[in-house]
Structure formats: C-alpha cells, structure tokens
C-alpha cells in the first residue's frame, strides 16, 4: 500500500498541538477565576493604572491575576502530560525527547510567558485608542485580529525553546492550530461567562 503523502505533516501537527496543550489549562484556569472571582486579590492592572502619553500602558484588563492563573494552569496539564499522557498508547510518540524530564515549574513559565507576551499588543492597542476587547478599524484590523490571535505564541516558544529548540516546521503548525483554535476557544469562554468580550 502506497505511504501516505500527509502522514509526515499530520504528525508534524499533532505533535505541535501535544507541545501546546499546556495553554489550554491556563485559558481554562484564567476564565474560571475570571466568572468566580478567584485569585482576585491578584486583579489589579499591571501598569498600575499608569499612562503614557495621556492613554493607559496596558489597560484594566492587563492584570497580574492573568499570567498567574495561566501558569497554574499550563503547570497542572504539562504535569498531566508528563505523568499520564505521555505513556498512553498513541500518545507516548508525541512527546519530544527530554519532556518528561522537565520539572514542573517549567510548565508555569511556559503559561505566564505566553501571557505576557500579549502586553506589547496591549500597549499598542492602547496607544492607538483601542479599548480592551474592541478590534481597529479600516488597514489595521486584519493585522490586529492576527496579532491578537498569535501574540502568546512568542512567549511560549522563547521559554520552550530553552529546553526544546522547536523545528520550523512546528512553529509554522502552531501559528495555524493557535489562529484556527484561539477565536474558538475565546468565544466559548465568552458564552461561559469566563471573559468579558468574545475576542
């Protein structure tokens, strides 16, 4: 029988969404203390309520709660992966070489970086007069909507890349499971009352 010609990208995406898995938690973890008001002595905005150039750096939105209930959240399912996933069968051949041997504080830096790694974002939206949630107008709204979309991937791979150098072919596959996966999971925690717009 004649191999299948998508069978090397089909693994190439797999194990892209494997090593992405982690930022799922943290959305979750996120947009449950979001509804619940858990963690809310840490929802206070990063900049502190500081502007510059008459407009907020970040917004109310950019709290300190956000990367640390990612990074409970990216921990918890990277332990889940390291500990249970990874020596299912069919899943055992996702995992890449030396993941199972990273500690569990690894899976935290991965989700808090992915978080901050949003604020550039933030700080141009903001100095651009774009309220938190609110998408521009006219040229820049494609460019805004990816970037909204990506933005966390940066983060993630820079502290990934620490211990696993991602192969361009894995970066590519993120950036489209990440824009075809990231409006759809906004959304439904929008519907779930876990965040407050639907972008």
């Known amino acids: 029988m004649p191999e299948n010609p998508l069978a090397p990208l089909a693994d190439i995406v797999l194990e892209t969404i494997w ?32 502007t510059f150039r008459g407009r907020p750096i970040f917004g109310h939105s950019k709290t300190w709660r956000g990367p640390v209930a990612v990074a409970i959240g990216a921990s918890a399912v990277f332990e889940l992966q390291r500990r249970v996933l990874a020596d299912l069968e069919g899943l055992s051949g996702l995992a890449p070489a030396g993941f199972a041997s990273l500690p569990l504080w690894f899976g935290a830096a991965l989700g ?51 211990a696993i150098p991602p192969t361009p072919a894995h970066v590519a596959a993120s950036l489209v499971v990440v824009a075809a996966i990231h409006p759809l999971s906004t959304l439904t925690g929008y519907l779930l009352g876990m965040r407050p717009t639907a972008r």
């Open 19 to 50: 090593l992405l898995l982690p930022l799922l938690g943290g959305a979750l973890v996120h947009g449950l203390c979001m509804k619940y008001g858990w963690l809310g002595f840490l929802a206070r905005p990063i900049d502190g309520g500081r």
């Open 112 to 162: 808090a970086a992915a978080e901050l790694s949003e604020l550039p974002n933030s700080f141009v939206k903001r100095q651009l007069g774009i309220a938190p949630g609110a998408t521009a107008k006219g040229p820049l709204s494609l460019l805004f909507y990816l970037w909204d979309q990506l933005d966390l991937l940066l983060g993630y791979w820079l502290v990934l890349a620490a």
